[in-house]
């Protein structure tokens, strides 16, 4: 990390683990409270944060650096129609995952899998 960057505090944590076990010497720093607008901004996401407020500046910034959004999160996955990352739901015999064929939902008619990358998102 540079002086007076922010960073996500999981992020933090996780680097100054790495840097311990190899022997180095952990990075300092302090929580910072942000308000929704400007921590909504700062989010890794770009389509997150454009979906927010000053869409224009955050697209624009993301096309001109080349951001790549790995849609991670909840809402960069609703924004574009996929499936939320959410693969699990709890049963009598505990907690198992959600398959196509223990969903029946006929009711559904799903677009064919386009990139092979995606498939694990198919209902």
Do not use: H, Y
């Not at 944060?49 to 500046?57: D, G, I, L, N, V």
């Not at 739901?89 to 939902?105: A, C, I, K, N, W």
């Amino acid at each position: 990390f540079i002086p007076g960057q922010m960073v996500d505090k999981f992020q933090f944590q996780d680097q100054n683990a790495k840097v311990m076990a190899e022997g180095g010497e952990p990075t300092t720093g302090k929580p910072i409270f942000l308000g929704i607008t400007r921590a909504s901004l700062l989010t890794e996401s770009f389509l997150s944060a454009a979906s927010f407020q000053e869409t224009t500046r955050v697209l624009t910034q993301a096309a001109v650096s080349g951001a790549q959004d790995w849609l991670q999160g909840l809402k960069e996955n609703v924004i574009i129609g996929r499936l939320i990352p959410a693969r699990l739901t709890l049963t009598e015999e505990g907690v198992s995952d959600l398959t196509p064929d223990s969903v029946p939902r006929p009711d559904i008619k799903l677009m064919p899998v386009v990139d092979k990358s995606l498939e694990d998102f198919s209902c």
